[in-house]
């Protein structure tokens, strides 16, 4: 569902409630002193089994739709402290799948790789030691990416930084973001040497570009240091000056205000943009001209939330991506559209992605994942319809050792119908319920190989995910539902959907627990002081539980902030609303808490400042409570390595087992 701008891009950290079988959770092997894997396949899968590198970890269709390259990686144990890495890139024919040649990399690990034309591939590559590198010709760099011939295997490293641009017209060149001096720099990067030539120099606040035949026309600058506000730039190629084309409010929690999914390369100033149009209830994707700052057509389907792009190797749109309880797409060739929901009937278990796609549109590479499904990858050829799998990314996580998923439609106390999902764990009779609220609020859940679902119900839990009001993905109307009803509305929702589980499945209702992380711990511990019986243990991850303190750290901006303005209109306004807000304000009730609390809080967290869990941990001792309190240093808004979300994850787990096993 993601353009080949981001597809190299770096391993985004996994924060709370990473979902994708390929996010940073499962990026490395376990630290030291993690709970050991396990090849015993009748065995419940311990975290050590999710986080192991995957054994196929990338696979890419050449633009010609003639060639695959698919990338194999084994790993060996040799002591607690050291893994020994064995890549293998394969090259295959397309239609015949027969080997045509095989690229052995000893020490070294590929998080993903691309086709930058049709006899070479450019990899994320991540030596732990140089002599591929050396050997075939590439800078003394420890990782970074490398372009490698398909026939002579001739690597070329290219500069540390991020892929902006990997200007398909033009494969001698991709566009990078390089830090120098301490700023970002657009650099063109040539792919036959390595060498950079500057292009644009970026400020102290520029976060990102977007690349049009090889010009810069978009620029994005943060509004100040840790603003959630971005200004966004817009230039004429055959102009020098960055004019300002608007002010927006970026969150990665809550979703963006004026998201860029990408550009196009035939019409000039033209980038899609996914966003509400006035009085309109879905963001479709649009397209937007930074030259004269108009819009123009709408692109895709007006009845949902765009969520990305794909675009084939020529750059060419092909479809939009939305998401329901599954992802689904949208394509511009309405046969597209047809074949690809006929697909995903055809894997009812699983999800169906657009890994990449020949620039015919013919051939393509999926990814499948659900809860039974860790990850796989299939070819599909449309015109054949033949369908044919490379094998799991983690064949030890086999399905009879993963749970199902159950859609649940719910009706809140005022009759709202709202959507939650009730992951199963293996076996049978009673068993205990973790109920795990998304964050945001604008964020939802849907079905899929949720890591941190995986994680509980390994443990022989069910686990119960609400989309209350205030979710995504089911329109502005209900988003705007959920504002200054966060003690209210919500909660109806989620203990309407705790009653519908009851009613669906055999959960031990004298063992319920409840996490939730970011706007998902206010949840936890908002329910929790509701509920007090109903818990027997709670768990708030860097949440936010002091309602004026947050806003008044985010009016710190100004009145005028749009982050601010957007969170006062989302909590209310501390004014006027001044004791409503503090009495949904879990730090104000502590003293109805009866169940246990754990409070998990990133030392580094510029998202939610540490002091809300901090005070809350000090609250609920003053009124003689139950907390356990984790300060995790180096830990921004969530798990950002596999270190840190081991020791989270075993936090959890070992708290929750006192009290649901």
């Not at 209109?569 to 004014?575: E, H, K, N, S, Y």
Request: hydrophobic share 40%; net charge negative.
């Amino acid at each position: 569902m993601i353009s080949r701008r981001i597809l190299l891009g770096s391993a985004a950290a996994a924060g709370w409630f990473g979902s994708s079988p390929q996010s940073a959770w499962a990026a490395a092997t376990p630290p030291k002193g993690a709970a050991a894997t396990t090849d015993n396949l009748a065995l419940p899968p311990t975290p050590a089994d999710f986080v192991r590198y995957p054994l196929l970890s990338a696979v890419a269709i050449s633009p010609d739709g003639e060639t695959l390259a698919v990338v194999h990686t084994e790993t060996t144990k040799k002591s607690e402290d050291e893994t020994e890495f064995t890549t293998t890139v394969t090259f295959r024919n397309a239609e015949t799948f027969a080997d045509i040649n095989v690229v052995l990399m000893k020490d070294n690990s590929v998080a993903a790789i691309t086709w930058i034309d049709n006899d070479r591939v450019i990899m994320n590559l991540r030596p732990t030691s140089m002599d591929f590198l050396e050997q075939k010709g590439a800078a003394n760099h420890p990782q970074g990416f490398v372009v490698m011939h398909k026939t002579t295997h001739r690597a070329v490293r290219m500069p540390n930084g991020t892929i902006v641009d990997f200007m398909p017209s033009d494969p001698n060149h991709i566009m990078q973001r390089i830090v120098k001096q301490g700023l970002w720099t657009l650099s063109m990067v040539d792919t036959n040497t390595g060498a950079a030539a500057d292009i644009d120099q970026g400020t102290l606040f520029t976060v990102d570009w977007y690349i049009q035949d090889g010009k810069p026309i978009v620029r994005i600058d943060e509004d100040g240091v840790g603003s959630k506000v971005r200004i966004y730039y817009g230039r004429d190629p055959e102009k020098k000056t960055w004019r300002v084309i608007g002010r927006y409010r970026v969150d990665g929690i809550n979703g963006n205000d004026f998201e860029i999914l990408g550009s196009s390369d035939t019409k000039p100033g033209i980038v899609w943009v996914a966003t509400n149009a006035p009085g309109e209830n879905f963001r479709p994707l649009r397209e937007y001209n930074v030259f004269t700052s108009t819009w123009g057509e709408t692109l895709s389907r007006q009845d949902g939330d765009a969520v990305g792009v794909t675009v084939d190797g020529a750059g060419a749109y092909v479809a939009t991506g939305y998401v329901d309880d599954i992802p689904f797409y949208d394509c511009v060739d309405p046969q597209m559209t047809a074949d690809m929901a006929q697909l995903a009937k055809a894997f009812p278990n699983a999800s169906v992605h657009i890994h990449n796609i020949s620039n015919d549109h013919n051939r393509m590479v999926c990814t499948l994942e659900g809860p039974n499904d860790a990850g796989s990858f299939i070819f599909y050829d449309r015109k054949s319809g033949k369908v044919r799998p490379f094998g799991d990314m983690r064949p030890w996580l086999t399905q009879a050792r993963l749970p199902t998923a159950l859609k649940l439609t719910v009706h809140s106390k005022d009759g709202t119908a709202i959507r939650a999902y009730l992951t199963v764990p293996v076996g049978g009779g009673k068993k205990p319920l973790v109920v795990m609220p998304h964050g945001g609020p604008e964020a939802r859940d849907m079905i899929s190989f949720d890591l941190w679902a995986q994680a509980f119900a390994a443990q022989g839990w069910y686990v119960l995910q609400p989309n209350f009001r205030g979710s995504t993905g089911y329109g502005m109307a209900f988003k705007e539902a959920g504002y200054r009803h966060w003690s209210t509305r919500v909660m109806e929702d989620v203990d309407a959907s705790i009653q519908e589980a009851f009613d669906k499945a055999s959960i031990d209702r004298d063992k319920v627990a409840i996490m939730g992380a970011s706007y998902g711990g206010y949840v936890a511990l908002m329910n929790a002081i509701r509920n007090p019986s109903m818990y027997k243990a709670v768990i708030g991850a860097s949440g936010v539980y002091d309602l004026l303190r947050s806003l008044a750290r985010d009016r710190r901006q100004g009145e005028a902030d749009l982050s601010y303005l957007y969170w006062k209109r989302a909590i209310g306004d501390p004014d006027a609303d001044k004791e409503a807000i503090r009495d949904a304000s879990p730090i104000t009730h502590v003293a109805a808490l009866k169940a246990p609390v754990m409070l998990i809080h990133g030392y580094d967290d510029d998202n939610v400042n540490i002091e809300q869990s901090q005070l809350m941990a000090q609250a609920i001792r003053n009124a003689k409570g139950q907390v356990d309190f984790h300060e995790i240093q180096d830990m921004g808004h969530g798990p950002s390595n596999n270190a840190q979300m081991f020791q989270v994850v075993d936090l959890m787990t070992d708290f929750l087992k006192k009290y649901l096993v």
